[in-house]
Structures are given as structure tokens and as C-alpha cells.
Nanobody, 120 residues
């Protein structure tokens, strides 16, 4: 019932910046936790950062101090500002959202992913 669409990925040089967006649409009563995850070539999907509806955040150690997660609850949209990018940040980045689409009805959905490539 909930669709998540990521955007903002691309090719960037080491040290550069990108800003990812994730827009949620569909039948939504409320969105609780949203998060960014990534899967690098040959590796399992890993947590990048999460943010609660009240704005509490959690980051993977590998991105602390470089990435900033934020959200606009009115727009059901989440962002990931990525600075000082490194080649090891190359991955497909996925958006996740958990919430309710009706009273007592929960959802836990994923976007299709957006490619981020950090290379010179």
C-alpha cells in the first residue's frame, strides 16, 4: 500500500557530496521509523542511518560525521546528505519506512534503490 521512491544517486568523485531523497506515497496513516540502508557489490545489505518520527537518529560508525539523515513529516519524505564521500561508500542505497496505513495495520516497505558510485 506504500510506495517509496528514492532519488539523487549518481557518480561523484571522492570527497564530493550527494543528497538522496525518499518520498513515501499511498495509503499512510503515520510513518514511524525511516531509514537508509545500502548494499555494496558482493556484500550484504547494511544499515546506514535511521530516524524516528520525533527526529532521533542513529548512524553506522562508518558514516558518522559525514552523513546526515533528516525527514519532513508533512511531506512523508526523508533525506540523506552525504559529504566527504569515499570509494567504499559505493553501493545501492535503499529507503525503508515503517508505520501504519490504518489503525492496527502496519507496513514495513522498501524502495527500489538508487545507485551511488564514488570514483575518480
Amino acid at each position: 500500500q506504500v510506495q517509496l521512491v528514492e532519488s539523487g544517486g549518481g557518480l561523484v568523485q571522492p570527497g564530493g557530496s550527494l543528497r538522496l531523497s525518499c518520498a513515501a506515497s499511498g495509503v499512510i496513516l503515520s510513518i514511524d521509523t525511516m531509514g537508509w540502508y545500502r548494499r555494496a557489490p558482493g556484500k550484504q545489505r547494511e544499515l546506514v542511518a535511521t530516524i524516528t518520527r520525533s527526529g532521533s537518529t542513529n548512524y553506522a560508525d562508518s558514516v558518522k560525521g559525514r552523513f546526515t539523515i533528516s525527514r519532513d513529516n508533512a511531506k512523508n519524505t526523508m533525506y540523506l546528505q552525504m559529504n566527504s564521500l569515499k570509494p567504499e561508500d559505493t553501493a545501492v542505497y535503499f529507503c525503508n519506512a515503517q508505520g501504519s496505513w490504518a489503525v492496527g495495520r502496519r507496513f514495513d516497505d522498501w524502495g527500489q534503490g538508487t545507485q551511488v558510485t564514488v570514483s575518480s
